[in-house]
């Protein structure tokens, strides 16, 4: 064999951060013993195929038999880094087997079978779900809450038998707090990978769960299917649908999006069917932007966008719970199967400088490749 180089019992590891000889090293689906110190960022032996003798932590108990595809979560020398998945604010270490997921934000096993869906949520859902743990700690129909550790803070998690179609599946759900937000994890695992991602191993990585306050900006423009090339100053970037519509603002969370100038950009599943059409859909989606009332569309007319048909709608209206008094423009721009929606909003005594910076990031939107 002309393409044979040496055998595959010990392989090249690009060490994350300083690792000793045998030391216990999750390499994407792999597992491996080092077989010396590798200083970080260097490149050293790791042996993947053997029989070891690895300590294991003092409250564990393993049963003869038993599947240790999970030891990079449980023994102490295999301490991995959390993974944050792109766009995530909610990072962990994932078992073994599990790999960014291709079309959610989260984990999954090569076959898409076992599947680790991370979202944020408000701030507020995270309170909600202590209260009523300490409420109600036997929970209701069957389901018992339990209360867990993580790297983010006390997470509360459940567990509960269920159906995907015809397959038996077991399905996880924790909440942990977030910073502004609330971090949610949800775990489903079909009955043939039970005996690998059990509840024991599904603990491991919840208890493993971190947050940071921010994704770069960069990292959740990216994930969108257009590229926005110009921010207006705007400070906060906030994703709102994975790859598909964000938020950037100059407020946030904490003080509310609404006080301060801020936009949205997003594609819409949808388009004009004429031309003609295109001034009734602007105005009837003009009525569905979140979190305002007492609206009055005060001006909706064509426009050209970029070199495409576009609508421009403009709205009085009131916003947020302080009642501020806001004008919103609202700009389609029509492709043949979706439409580009872009919104801003700012309160009216602010109109006046936000209105250009508005227009400098609608014309900065331009279509990836």
Same mark, same amino acid.
């Given at each position: ?26 390499? *994407? +689906? ?9 200083? $970080? ?9 053997? #029989? ?29 880094? =959390?993974?944050?998945?792109? *766009? ?18 989260? /984990? ?5 079978? #076992?599947?680790?869906?991370?979202? &944020?949520? =408000?701030?507020?859902?995270? $309170? ?65 990978? %039970? ?36 921010? *207006? ?13 964000? !938020? ?38 003009? +009525? +569905? ?15 050209? !966008? ?16 302080? $009642? ?6 609202? %700009?389609?721009? /029509? ?13 009216? &005594?602010? %109109? ?18």
């Amino acid at each position: 064999m002309k393409n044979y180089i040496r055998p595959g019992e010990v392989i090249d590891h690009v060490a994350s951060g300083a690792k000793s000889a045998g030391q216990v090293v999750l390499m *994407g +689906t792999k597992i491996g013993v080092c077989v010396a110190d590798i200083a $970080n960022g260097a490149t050293g032996p790791v042996q993947v195929i053997g #029989v070891f003798n690895i300590a294991k932590l003092s409250t564990d108990v393993v049963a003869q038999g038993a599947a240790l595809l999970a030891i990079a979560t449980t023994c102490p020398a295999a301490a991995a880094d =959390p993974v944050f998945p792109p *766009g995530a604010r909610v990072g962990m270490v994932p078992l073994v087997g599990l790999n960014r997921a291709k079309s959610f934000v989260g /984990f999954e096993t090569e076959d898409q079978s #076992v599947k680790v869906v991370i979202a &944020d949520l =408000p701030a507020e859902a995270y $309170n909600e779900v202590s209260n009523a743990f300490k409420g109600n700690p036997g929970g209701v129909g069957g389901i018992k809450p339990e209360s867990i550790e993580t790297g983010a803070g006390l997470g509360y998690y459940t567990i509960e038998n269920a159906k995907d179609g015809t397959t038996n599946v077991k399905r996880y759900s924790m909440m942990v707090p977030g910073i502004g937000f609330s971090g949610y994890v949800a775990v489903q695992v079909p009955e043939n990978a %039970w005996k690998i991602y059990g509840d024991d191993a599904v603990r491991q990585m919840f208890a493993s769960a971190v947050v940071r306050k921010e994704v770069p900006a960069e990292e959740q423009l990216g994930l969108l299917s257009f590229k926005v090339t110009e921010l *207006g100053d705007f400070k906060n970037v906030r994703t709102l649908a994975p790859g598909a519509a964000v !938020i950037i603002a100059d407020g946030d969370e904490t003080t509310g999006f609404e006080a301060a100038p801020f936009m949205i950009i997003g594609l819409i599943g949808q388009t004009a069917a004429t031309p003609d059409d295109r001034g009734r859909l602007a105005q009837q989606i003009a +009525t +569905t932007i979140p979190g305002v009332r007492d609206g009055r569309i005060t001006m909706s007319e064509p426009v050209r !966008i970029d070199g495409q048909p576009g609508y421009e709608t403009r709205i009085e209206a009131i916003s947020g719970k302080d $009642n501020t008094p806001v004008t919103i423009v609202q %700009w389609l721009r /029509f492709g043949a199967q979706s439409a580009m929606r872009i919104i801003g909003s700012s309160p009216r &005594d602010q %109109w006046a400088t936000a209105f250009p910076r508005f227009r400098a990031v609608r014309d900065g939107i331009k279509p990836r490749g």
